[in-house]
């Protein structure tokens, strides 16, 4: 599959995607999130693939909605390749936020530069979040006389809490990476040419160590319980996701490795549905 406005490569078990537009700062387009959507179908369906780390060409990781088009940008809402929710079209954003979320892969972003509106919003997502040292941040919705969209009014307040995503929300201003680790929206920040190092080596970690199974399950476990009603209802899930993983091969292999003092050779294929429990997604994410 071939694109433009992004790239996609794998490389020893870990795909990267870059965003790839940067005479314009990486400006979020339809067709970049067409083609980011495609590129996650891509990584989900390659069982070589064990981690996903994302970052953007050049100077900045995504300034935001691309503005060329002037004040009328937001009116076309409806570019005639989306279906509509609740008697609206989908906010463009908002399907790739929910393609990640839905994603079998453990996502990395490797924030390198400016991250503002869906620039920031398209990471949350994401599993893990790492920063250049002078990346910098902004839910910049409310200056431009819209409201926050890829499902961040769900995801923000999870991740740093409803006080400090109200802060940056109601505020719009840009923020730079020391302050975006210490509201915990990032896990940490490094100088730039340490980036991608740092998250190749989390990447790596995670290849290496684990059962791909074992991480899809644990992810839609960890992204579900965020919304459970209960630690009672998470305990179900994990009842059902134990009973059915525990006696399987990687399981076994688990154990067995760990006895036996060697590398765990996992065999089991997340394309092959050996991952159980998969809520079903009303919108095809």
Same mark, same amino acid.
């Given at each position: 599959?071939?694109?433009? %406005?992004?790239?996609?490569?794998?490389?020893?078990?870990?795909?990267?995607?870059?965003?790839? #537009?940067?005479?314009?700062?990486?400006?979020?387009?339809?067709?970049?999130?067409?083609?980011?959507?495609?590129?996650?179908?891509?990584?989900?369906?390659?069982?070589?693939?064990?981690?996903?780390?994302?970052?953007?060409?050049?100077? /900045?990781?995504?300034?935001?909605?691309?503005?060329?088009?002037?004040?009328?940008?937001? =009116?076309?809402?409806?570019?005639?390749?989306?279906?509509?929710?609740?008697?609206?079209?989908?906010?463009?954003?908002?399907?790739?936020?929910?393609?990640?979320?839905?994603?079998? $892969?453990?996502?990395?972003?490797?924030?390198?530069?400016?991250?503002?509106?869906?620039?920031?919003?398209?990471?949350?997502?994401?599993?893990? #979040?790492?920063?250049?040292?002078?990346?910098?941040?902004?839910?910049?919705?409310?200056?431009?006389?819209?409201?926050?969209?890829?499902?961040?009014?769900?995801?923000?307040?999870?991740?740093?809490?409803?006080? %400090?995503?109200?802060?940056? /929300?109601?505020?719009?201003?840009?923020?730079?990476?020391?302050? /975006?680790? %210490?509201?915990?929206?990032?896990?940490?920040?490094?100088?730039?040419?340490?980036?991608?190092?740092?998250?190749?080596?989390?990447?790596?970690?995670?290849?290496?160590?684990? =059962?791909?199974?074992?991480?899809?399950?644990?992810?839609?476990?960890?992204?579900?319980?965020?919304?459970? /009603?209960?630690?009672?209802?998470?305990?179900?899930?994990?009842?059902?996701?134990?009973?059915?993983?525990?006696?399987?091969?990687?399981?076994?292999?688990?154990?067995?490795?760990?006895?036996? $003092?060697?590398?765990?050779?996992?065999?089991?294929?997340?394309?092959?549905?050996?991952?159980?429990?998969?809520?079903?997604?009303?919108?095809?994410?």
């Amino acid at each position: 599959m071939s694109f433009t %406005q992004i790239e996609y490569g794998v490389t020893d078990g870990i795909a990267t995607l870059t965003l790839n #537009r940067p005479e314009r700062l990486n400006a979020f387009t339809f067709t970049m999130r067409s083609e980011l959507i495609d590129a996650f179908d891509l990584a989900d369906a390659d069982d070589s693939v064990r981690a996903v780390v994302v970052t953007g060409a050049g100077r /900045a990781f995504c300034a935001g909605a691309d503005l060329g088009g002037g004040g009328e940008t937001f =009116s076309r809402a409806d570019d005639g390749r989306r279906e509509s929710v609740d008697g609206a079209p989908r906010d463009g954003g908002g399907t790739v936020a929910l393609r990640i979320a839905a994603s079998l $892969k453990p996502v990395i972003g490797a924030i390198n530069g400016a991250a503002v509106g869906v620039g920031v919003t398209m990471t949350l997502p994401m599993d893990i #979040r790492i920063a250049a040292d002078g990346a910098r941040f902004g839910f910049v919705f409310a200056r431009r006389g819209i409201v926050t969209e890829a499902a961040s009014s769900w995801f923000l307040p999870r991740i740093v809490g409803i006080s %400090q995503a109200m802060e940056w /929300a109601a505020t719009g201003r840009l923020f730079p990476a020391a302050e /975006a680790l %210490q509201g915990r929206l990032v896990s940490r920040v490094c100088p730039a040419d340490e980036l991608l190092p740092t998250a190749y080596a989390l990447a790596r970690e995670i290849a290496d160590n684990t =059962s791909g199974v074992s991480v899809a399950a644990i992810r839609r476990l960890m992204w579900s319980g965020l919304s459970a /009603a209960s630690p009672w209802e998470a305990h179900a899930a994990d009842s059902r996701l134990m009973a059915e993983l525990g006696g399987a091969a990687d399981a076994v292999e688990g154990v067995t490795s760990f006895l036996e $003092k060697r590398p765990a050779r996992f065999t089991m294929k997340v394309s092959e549905a050996d991952v159980p429990f998969w809520p079903a997604d009303p919108y095809g994410d």
